[in-house]
């Protein structure tokens, strides 16, 4: 009798068991339900994708500050005054020294002559065979 009734226990707690849960899905596969966790995840999705653009926003601005710093542009530069040149046609440029201590003043100095532009020589070419003779044919 002991074991008919320990049996119907269990039974009764597998069943009740078993109803929770099919009560658990079902509550979870209801409409309101899905748009409930849909939102939630378009949610999460927002909050990682304005950490992520917030991350490379200051890694723009870490880098742009490396890069200021590395090209003399916050201030250290030193501008060389201008020369006045003899010619008028000829183009002014102003060169930039390089900041002390970066990387750009470890390099040597560019020569300030530039190269003559030298005009291409035309390749020779073959004079055309007249048109209908073919040099190949077989029947030749």
Request: charged share 25%; no cysteine.
């Amino acid at each position: 009798m002991v074991r008919r009734i320990f049996w119907m226990a269990v039974g009764a707690g597998a069943t009740v068991w078993a109803m929770n849960k099919a009560n658990e899905a079902v509550h979870r596969l209801t409409p309101d339900s899905l748009s409930g966790t849909a939102a939630r995840g378009a949610l999460h999705l927002g909050d990682v994708a304005k950490r992520f653009a917030g991350d490379v926003r200051a890694g723009m601005a870490e880098r742009e500050e490396q890069l200021r710093a590395d090209l003399g542009l916050d201030g250290t530069a030193v501008v060389e005054p201008r020369r006045h040149r003899a010619l008028r046609g000829e183009p002014e440029y102003r060169a930039i020294s390089a900041a002390p201590g970066s990387p750009a003043a470890a390099l040597p100095p560019s020569s300030s002559a530039r190269p003559t532009p030298r005009a291409i020589e035309p390749t020779p070419r073959r004079p055309l065979s007249p048109r209908g003779s073919t040099p190949n044919r077989k029947d030749q």
